[in-house]
């Protein structure tokens, strides 16, 4: 029952649709070859390459150039136009086709060229930041494989070349194309423990390969052959199998925090580093391990030697949430050199691992030790000075590892002995939020859930002594902790203590190394895994399985194996799919470059060539750009150019016609503000802030939902897919659960309150205003500055007044009346709308 | 960044269209519905509800603590049972099971004497409007994808949100008000996909209300609205001239028409969420200090509310995915949980009922689950999750009060008698929102989805 009600959403209200005969000659259009489309000899003026004969029809008018440079401008790099570059291009006496060709040559060289068009295709591959299971980990190296996208398009990279690495970069071999193979491993993640659900994310991967190359639903054959293209059941487990027998980067789930299978990408002198480091880890642990062997005895007898001398002075329990000060007035005793005063913190309960807050002080005249002497300067040793970190959960030992910052923040440095136990300072003059908000200036300790941690001071003199202990719960939610301070009356003990120090130096020195680790660069992508033959699976259920499938190609594109029994197939696959011979690679792609240009495809389903999907408007012009696709050797460049030189990407906008005015997107609108405002950071944005891996406990209660403010272009923003960000989410932008092949354009009045009172609006607008006012003292001049570099033309008479008027009603000081109206400018139909 | 008092609302929309605002020959040409995805629409059959108030309790509340009675396990308490249930299976330290007995006494409640537990002595109280289903069950037993599912009707994947469906389906009464809106203190499990609208028109996107001082992202003006209305005025001028010179463009003119709705969202939201002139009596029922601006109070009053405005579907989420019904550690978690909405949502129905209100809105209370009858031990403190068998209800326009509908075994282990899936649920408040389940489709990928995937069937046994 349950998986039948997991798998069945592709079932849903198939019924009343026509049924297409799998196979059969004369079905589906796009199966068939690629027709070789002679397109007919110009034959009216206007038709200025095979674009506009194909079209053929009334002579389209040509539209201003204004519009033109906006439309190329947004269209090619999602940036407004330079004002420079729209004064050029107004003024250039050559006729309109050969000034704009040149215009488009410039912004096809643009880097801001590759960063526009990669995020079309980050929507089809339903590109996120996260990994959308149950607690959303982060993706801290998907962006080297959206870095890659935008590298694709900069550098034109043939496409077939560009679909076969993405399928089987790690094979090929070719640079860094393995990087590619990150389209894979960006598949989404399911459920709790994603290693179980991994069956979902090969549907999510087939689904995606078939839409984002083929424009075939694949994954729609999954629980039964599909029911209206020729895809059997057995087809779906067949790319199955290839998917099964590669190993995909494992981004982290709530019970397994940490990735593996992450894809190196060093260079030979970092393996080299590497190698260097291994060797030397291996002597260390070696070291260590014979350590600890003696180590024991030396705890022993430590231990034997304090429990003779041992004096209980003070204990008790802090509760949830609860705070004590032990010595309302200071306890007084005598000491001698070389015994010990022991603090333990204890766990209380079953969950008892808490985050506890320590001021504890022994002063002897002028003299003070505190732990708040150890606020900056915890890590300098264990032992520090007179101070020891114990770890008492069985055997005593010092807490061995080092570490110069927690959860990603410097402020805090601990020593730790595994995840708990640890003490740790916060060395700033600032709280600072982790797990828990954490007071500045604080020495704290926390327990390991089966075993206390102690601190224990070695004393260097002789005499009555006051101490001073207040013990706080540090983080409210749990169950409390206890706390035993001891007296250890031997004065041998405290070389006990230094001895068993000593005698964990080895463990010291292998923990220090290991933070020495070098990073090597990985990506997250795929390799081979463990070949394996898929059997079917009865109606999408992973439990009930049928006959083997042995891995092939979709039967409908010809079928047949993909290589070697002991491969994947994965490589046959690609090959495959970025073959000429195949009769969808290039009308699929030919089709999305078309309707990026021109809001609508060729096929009005970009992502369906089914039967299911539109059929073809003009079928000989999808076939004659798919062929000069391929001659052009997958250009996308080329393709580019054919279009946008012939008369009909040249033509005025309107409504219902082929070149639709259309609405920027929520990242267009977001770079123009940013432009606008001349805040845009241009450089290529890379890895984000994440918190590091060690770090992470991310779970479905406290899920990844941190958000990354930054002023680089938006494909440079990271997307999570569990949490959305709402100002891309208000402007219809891809959802990074699915692939999109086009946006919605919807229009809702909370979009209108984001251009009346969202505060990065307004501070967009303010920065504009101060812009217009340090161009000129002139008003006039000063819309004209205002209106090219929003609207790439100068400002006419009538909005001179209307400004004025404006002006004088608004009765407010000029910069006002600036900041007021840029507001006006930045919110107008005139920039969100491109003719 | 100040902010002024507003004005007379109607005074100010007066100014806006007449001094410089749209002309009413564009605003005419506008209320096309092909521009408003929100404009009202018919329902398939004549509608029990036209709005809903969906409750939703995070984190799993237990069944047999609350709404369904089970004195079998006060009486074999301790009584090792055996079954193949999700949360013990390879789990250490759960090789066996024991029942465990309910903490809290269950008595008869209103004329119809449905038995409820003394954690929603308020709630027990409004019985007799209420139908109890004490046989729900769901798929998954994870917080994830059990939430997912009862917002979604898919336990895995992203889907529209049956807010979202419904808005699609019906459209708006206030265009001033957002169709959907969601009020959370925090995000729940599977965090914004809850009230997303996915592969449905953006439109129908659930608006999140935050309790606090600006409720609804940027509707608090940050300049004096004379100032903006003088900005708007200058914003349409530019937009008429823009729209003049090009001819036909719906999507400018749409968006010309979001800002007058934007500026009456600006008027109506904060309206809708100052309670200044409820009365003492009023607030009283909910539970509410006067001029609190969060808790489940507020959100409850706030629902009223905008369902008094016209908003078609009002989600309220309790609590966030942490600190909420999720009592794995102890049991006893459940009364500060049960006390922060009993009272509210009490005050809720019968404020509804009091206002001739629950003859058109449909109330809902849900969960995502139920907790485990037993546990490892039989004097274990808390419960674990159990997604075999839990409790809703739902009250007011078209449903029959005072009824329970389905039973559990003995233990509250299994649905006995008339299981009600997720899908059943959804099915049954589409049906009572005038939507008809199966023909509530919207075609995506080239395939015609469902808020009820293939199944669902409404549960007639709770209609009037």
Not at chain 1, 65 to 91: C, H, M, N, Q
Not at chain 1, 598 to 622: E, M, W
Request: hydrophobic content about 40%; charged content about 20%.
């Amino acid at each position: 029952m349950k998986a039948l009600r997991a798998i069945s959403g592709m079932l849903a209200v198939l019924a009343s649709s026509g049924v297409m005969v799998a196979g059969e000659p004369g079905g589906l259009w796009s199966l068939k070859p690629i027709a070789n489309v002679q397109p007919p000899e110009p034959a009216a003026s206007w038709e200025r390459n095979p674009v506009d004969t194909l079209i053929g029809g009334e002579a389209p008018q040509q539209a201003d150039r204004i519009s033109l440079i906006r439309r190329a401008s947004y269209d090619l790099t999602g940036l407004p136009p330079a004002a420079e570059l729209v004064g050029k291009f107004v003024a250039d006496p050559r006729p309109d086709a050969d000034a704009f060709a040149e215009v488009v040559e410039s912004m096809l060289a643009s880097r801001h060229y590759g960063e526009h068009w990669a995020r079309h295709w980050l929507d089809v591959v339903r590109y996120a930041d996260t990994a959308g299971e149950n607690s959303d980990h982060p993706l801290p190296h998907a962006w080297r494989y959206r870095n890659w996208v935008i590298d694709a398009f900069n550098d034109d990279k043939p496409y077939g070349q560009f679909v076969e690495e993405q399928i089987a970069g790690d094979l090929l071999e070719r640079g860094d194309s393995v990087i590619a193979t990150g389209y894979l491993a960006i598949a989404r993640r399911f459920g709790h423990d994603i290693d179980e659900s991994m069956h979902l994310t090969y549907d999510d991967a087939i689904d995606n390969l078939g839409k984002a190359f083929l424009g075939l639903s694949i994954s729609c054959a999954r629980c039964h052959d599909h029911k209206h293209d020729p895809i059997p059941t057995r087809d779906y487990y067949a790319l199955y199998g290839v998917l099964e027998s590669t190993k995909f980067s494992f981004p982290g789930c709530e019970p397994k925090q940490q990735p593996r299978d992450l894809v190196p990408i060093a260079s030979g002198d970092a393996l080299a580093a590497m190698q260097v480091w291994e060797k030397q880890r291996d002597i260390f642990k070696a070291k260590a391990a014979a350590e600890l062997e003696t180590q024991g005895a030396i705890a022993k007898a430590l231990k034997d030697l304090a429990a003779k001398n041992a004096k209980t002075i003070s204990k008790g329990d802090v509760l949830d949430a609860g705070s004590v000060l032990v010595t309302e007035n200071p306890i007084e005793l005598k000491v001698r050199i070389g015994e010990v005063l022991q603090l333990s913190i204890l766990p209380r309960a079953n969950h008892g691992a808490d985050t506890t807050a320590l001021e504890f002080s022994i002063t002897q005249g002028e003299k003070t030790w505190s732990t708040s002497d150890l606020l900056d300067g915890l890590i300098d040793g264990n032992p520090n000075g007179t101070w020891c970190f114990l770890d008492r959960a069985s055997d005593l030992k010092f807490l061995p590892q080092r570490h110069e910052s927690l959860d990603g923040k410097s402020a805090l440095q601990a020593w730790k002995g595994g995840d708990t136990p640890s003490v740790f300072v916060n060395s700033s003059h600032d709280p600072v939020k982790v797990w828990t908000t954490l007071p500045p200036r604080m020495f704290f300790v926390h327990p390991g859930p089966k075993g206390p941690v102690a601190i224990a001071w070695l004393s260097p003199i002789d005499g009555p002594v006051s101490i001073h202990l207040k013990v706080s719960d540090g983080h409210p939610g749990g169950d409390g902790i206890s706390w035993e301070l001891e007296h250890f009356t031997s004065p041998a003990i405290a070389d006990a203590y230094r001895h068993l120090g000593i005698s964990g130096s080895h463990q010291t020195a292998f923990a220090k190394h290991a933070t020495t680790k070098p990073a090597l660069p990985v990506a997250y992508a795929v390799a081979e895994g463990k070949p394996t033959q898929t059997k079917l699976q009865m109606r999408g259920d992973p439990e009930d399985l049928g006959e083997e499938v042995p891995r092939a190609f979709l039967s409908a594109l010809g079928g047949g194996t993909l290589g070697s029994d002991k491969s994947s197939g994965r490589l046959g696959l690609a090959e495959r799919i970025g073959s000429r011979d195949n009769p969808l690679t290039a009308r699929v792609m030919v089709n999305r470059i078309w309707a990026w240009h021109f809001g609508a495809g060729i096929v009005a389903t970009p992502n369906d060539f089914g039967n299911h999907g539109a059929p073809p408007t003009h079928p000989q012009l999808l076939d004659f750009l798919a062929r000069d696709f391929m001659n052009k050797d997958w250009s996308i460049k080329a393709m580019h150019r054919l279009v946008m030189n012939s008369a009909t990407y040249q033509q005025s906008a309107r409504e219902y016609s082929l070149m639709p005015p259309r609405r920027i997107s929520a990242e267009e609108l977001r770079d123009t503000l940013l432009v606008a405002s001349d805040s845009l950071d241009r450089v290529p944005g890379e890895g984000h802030p994440f918190p590091p891996e060690s770090s992470w406990n991310f779970t479905q209660h406290n899920p990844f939902s941190a958000e990354f403010p930054t002023e680089k272009r938006s494909v440079y923003v990271m997307r999570k897919r569990n949490r959305s960000n709402r100002f891309f989410a208000l402007f219809n932008a891809a959802d990074p659960n699915a692939s999109t092949a086009k946006r919605d354009v919807t229009t809702a009045a909370t979009q209108a309150l984001y251009f009346m009172n969202d505060p990065f609006f307004h501070s967009c607008a303010k920065k504009f205003s101060m812009r217009i006012l340090a161009h000129s003292d002139d008003t006039r001049a000063r819309l004209d500055f205002a209106c090219m570099e929003l609207f790439a033309r100068r400002s006419t008479d009538d909005e001179l007044t209307a400004f004025e008027e404006f002006s004088t009603a608004l009765a407010a000081p000029k910069t006002e009346s600036w900041s007021a109206y840029a507001r006006v400018l930045l919110g107008s139909n005139e920039l969100l709308h491109i003719d | 960044m100040t902010h002024h008092r507003h004005p007379s609302r109607r005074k100010v929309l007066r100014s806006f269209v007449a001094g410089s605002g749209l002309m009413p020959g564009i605003l005419h040409q506008l209320a096309a519905a092909e521009l408003d995805p929100l404009a009202p629409k018919s329902a398939h059959f004549p509608a029990r509800a036209k709005n809903v108030i969906f409750l939703f309790m995070t984190g799993g509340v237990s069944h047999v603590d609350t709404f369904d009675p089970k004195p079998n396990l006060t009486r074999d308490v301790g009584k090792e049972v055996k079954l193949d249930h999700p949360e013990i299976k390879n789990r250490p330290g759960y090789e066996r099971i024991f029942l465990k007995a309910p903490q809290w006494e269950f008595s008869p409640r209103g004329n119809c004497g449905t038995e409820v537990s003394s954690l929603f002595p308020h709630v027990g109280s409004c019985m007799d409007e209420i139908a109890l289903i004490r046989s729900m069950h769901t798929d998954h037993s994870n917080h994830y994808n059990a939430t997912l599912g009862m917002h979604t009707g898919s336990f895995s994947f992203a889907r529209p949100s049956i807010g979202a469906w419904v808005s699609y389906g019906l459209g708006t009464f206030n265009k001033n008000l957002p169709s959907f809106i969601t009020i959370a203190p925090a995000q729940t499990y599977a965090g914004t996909q809850v009230y997303a609208s996915d592969f449905l028109p953006g439109a129908h996107q659930g608006t999140l209300v935050v309790p606090g001082p600006e409720p609804i992202a940027n509707v608090n003006p940050r300049i004096s609205t004379d100032r903006q209305q003088l900005e708007l005025a200058a914003l349409q001028k530019l937009n008429r001239q823009h729209l003049t010179s090009r001819g036909n463009h719906h999507l400018a003119e749409a968006r010309m028409r979001s800002f007058e709705t934007a500026f009456g969202m600006q008027m109506e939201a904060p309206d809708a969420f100052d309670f200044s002139r409820e009365s003492d009596a009023t607030h009283q029922l909910y539970g509410l200090q006067r001029g609190a601006t969060k808790g489940f109070g507020w959100q409850c009053l706030a629902a009223r509310r905008l369902v008094e405005r016209g908003v078609r579907f009002v989600e309220l989420i309790d609590t966030g995915s942490s600190g909420n019904w999720d009592s794995h550690g102890n049991m006893k978690e459940h009364e500060p949980l049960a006390r922060n909405v009993d009272q509210p949502i009490s005050g809720l129905l019968k404020d509804l009922k009091s206002r001739g209100m629950l003859e058109d809105t449909l109330v809902v209370w849900t969960t995502e689950f139920g907790r485990t009858p037993f546990n490892n031990k039989a004097d274990a403190a808390g419960r674990e999750h159990h997604n075999w068998a839990f409790s809703s209800w739902l009250a007011g326009a078209g449903v029959k009060g005072g009824i329970t509908h389905g039973t559990t075994d003995e233990y509250g282990i299994h649905p006995e008698k008339d299981p009600v899936h997720v899908h059943d649920f959804h099915a049954t408040i589409l049906h009572l929102m005038g939507l008809d389940h199966e023909r509530l489709t919207y075609r995506h990928s080239g395939r015609d989805y469902r808020l009820t995937d293939v199944f669902g069937k409404v549960v007639d046994g709770v209609l009037s």
